[in-house]
């Protein structure tokens, strides 16, 4: 790619801004990546990801860009440990309460399973490694720099917490807001003399609760995930991940006064609502290796900056600072990825109307992240908000598909690819697919009381 700038700034050294920093460094001389946090050397969580301490999960359509943007990194990761899968054996997935029947071995591993803090380490090692690139911690951004028209950002101003906290103003290009869902951009625009984007919200009450446990080697008969989600009947779910050396992260999730409580007792009455009864088994049989600890996440949200008329050049926003959806779905790091990859493909085409290019090509990352959480949380009742007349039809129709998936692996492969950002959704209703929908939803519902021998799924 050929340069188009002399340096940029990415606001935010997490998933969204490190990628965008990896995209930056082919098309500007210099990028600089702050964040307020002191970055840790080991992976540990840290202040700024207040998930970090949760299961996370990289679905296909992320890792295949993580793939190609870092060569090599996911036989890293491997290397290093975490678990590989390999055959759709060692997976159990219950979207809506319906384990999907997957047959055979993919043909490259299907997905990395990594702790967020591990996964950012590795990351970050890289983005360390590009010799155009500085990563700047403990540094404040206080607001952005605007030339004398106000039609353009030239940078951003900063407070170094170092011995002595100094102001800096660092001169950029291009400026990235990769801050997440507080990002402060809607704020400067108002400041700017421009309108802040519209904003979609879906009130969602979701409370999840995690802790790790160490479980005996094959105590799930080689699955490597579980996942079961909440269905119109128990607004509750859960997932177990392995992570390497017989250690398991478990997170608990609950809608609307559902929610998973901190005690262990309580926790596990609360698992076990969810969970297969040889799931449960092993769950409680485990060895608990830390405190339960709770987050909770009221509202998805989606700010709609493809639609604004005006705004000024030299500006960008990704990741979950554009959209943030449930995390229970395991989508946002992936949809951070797709977002770069938006970001490479219109940096291709210059700097000309840079952000009306790109928050263009963005949203069509985002829509699908957003119409498959969004129309799954509102397949529940306890989630409060409009169905009006398309919603409800897509739903019975996903509904009859979980089902159909219970037994046909072809509509089971087909719904993990859409699940998953590899296929758009529009590929669920193709004729030949809706057929087998038709034909295999009139099957008898299969209970969750499944064994590894038929529960042969993978997580989204």
């Given amino acids: 790619m050929r340069k188009i700038g002399d340096s940029a700034v990415v606001l935010g050294a997490g998933m969204a801004g490190l990628l965008a920093a990896r ?40 890792t295949q860009i993580l793939d190609q943007l ?22 159990r997935f219950a979207p809506g309460g319906h384990f999907l029947r997957l047959m055979g071995r993919p043909p490259t591993p299907f997905l990395c399973q990594a702790s967020r803090p591990l996964l950012e380490r590795h990351v970050r090692a890289r983005i ?3 010799p155009t690139v500085e ?28 011995a002595v906290a100094r102001e800096e103003t660092i001169d950029a290009d291009l400026t990235v807001d990769a801050t997440g869902r507080g990002a402060r951009t809607p704020a400067w625009l108002t400041t700017l003399g421009y309108d802040p984007p519209a904003e979609q919200r879906l009130t969602i009450q979701l409370r999840y609760a995690t802790r790790h446990v160490r479980m005996r080697p094959e105590a799930l008969g080689g699955a490597k995930v579980v996942g079961i989600g909440a269905e ?15 250690r398991w992260i478990l997170t608990a999730i609950g809608y609307d006064g559902h929610h998973p409580p901190s005690d ?34 009221p509202v998805t949200l989606r700010r709609r900056y493809e639609r604004l008329r005006r705004f000024p050049a030299g500006l960008l926003v990704v990741g979950d600072a554009i959209c943030s959806t449930n995390p229970a779905y395991a989508l946002g790091m992936s949809v951070a990825a797709l977002h770069a990859a938006a970001l490479r493909g219109t940096l291709a085409g210059g700097d000309r109307e840079l952000a009306r290019r790109f928050f263009r090509a963005a949203a069509k990352a985002t829509d699908m992240a957003w119409q498959l959480t969004v129309g799954a949380d509102l397949s529940l009742p306890r989630v409060k908000g ?75």
């Fill in 23 to 62: 995209v930056l460094a082919d098309a500007y001389h210099r990028v600089t990546v702050v964040d307020r946090d002191s970055l840790p050397e080991a992976a540990e969580p840290r202040r700024g990801v207040s998930q970090g301490r949760h299961a996370h999960l990289l679905v296909p359509g992320g």
């Fill in 70 to 91: 870092f060569p090599g990194l996911l036989d890293e990761l491997i290397a290093a440990g975490l678990p590989a899968v390999r055959d759709f054996a060692e997976l």
């Fill in 128 to 130: 360390r490694a590009l």
């Fill in 135 to 162: 990563i700047v911690d403990r540094c404040e951004v206080l607001g952005p720099v605007a030339n004398a028209a106000r039609d353009r950002i030239v940078g951003v101003r900063t407070l170094r917490h170092v």
């Fill in 232 to 246: 119109p009947g128990r607004p509750t779910g859960m997932v177990l991940f392995a992570q390497g050396d017989d």
């Fill in 264 to 297: 262990p007792d309580g926790f596990l009455a609360f698992v076990e609502a969810a969970a297969p009864p040889d799931v449960f088994a092993a769950i409680r049989d485990a060895e608990p290796l830390d405190d339960i600890v709770g987050y909770r996440f």
């Fill in 386 to 460: 409009p169905r009006p007349l398309p919603v409800r039809v897509v739903n019975a129709y996903v509904s009859r598909a979980q089902i159909a998936a219970e037994h046909d692996s072809t509509v089971a492969e087909q719904f993990l690819r859409i699940a998953s950002l590899q296929d758009p959704a529009g590929r669920m209703f193709r004729p030949t697919t809706a057929l087998r929908v038709l034909l295999g939803s009139r099957r008898p519902r299969r209970a969750l009381t499944t064994d590894a021998s038929t529960a042969r799924v993978p997580v989204t």
